[in-house]
């Protein structure tokens, strides 16, 4: 029900643009989250946003390099990537949870559909 592209190999200082897409109806209000997992780590939050896309969050690694976006209302997000560090390595996922705004945004327990994941590869 979520698709997540736009995963790759990047060098260091360059950018990528994740997108994920969901099928998930739009009669309920819903957050959209991305998290992370890096190779033999657990997995984390990166940043999430509001159903009606104003209102965001991100983990502080990310901060003033990340910027998360999404249609009003929509079933698109994206999740704009520059400045990439070797640590940004990860497999990225999105995810969507039926709540509303509040500090529970960085929490995956809160998040009931998630997507398969795309790979970010950071190279020096």
């Known amino acids: 029900q979520l698709q997540a592209s736009g995963g790759g190999l990047v060098q260091v200082g360059g950018s990528l643009r994740l997108s994920c897409a969901t099928s998930r109806s739009t009669r309920s209000p819903y957050i959209m989250g991305w998290f992370r997992q890096a190779p033999g780590k657990e997995r984390e939050f990166v940043s999430a946003i509001s159903w009606n896309g104003i209102t965001t969050s991100y983990a502080d690694f990310v901060k003033g390099r990340f910027t998360i976006s999404r249609e009003r209302n929509g079933n698109n997000m994206n999740l704009r990537m520059n400045n990439l560090r070797p640590e940004d390595t990860a497999v990225y996922y999105c995810?969507?949870?039926?709540?509303?705004?509040?500090?529970?945004?960085?929490?995956?327990?809160?998040?009931?559909?998630w997507g398969q994941g795309t790979l970010v590869t950071v190279s020096s």
């Open positions: 995810a969507t949870a039926p709540t509303s705004w509040g500090p529970h945004v960085t929490a995956e327990s809160q998040y009931d559909q």
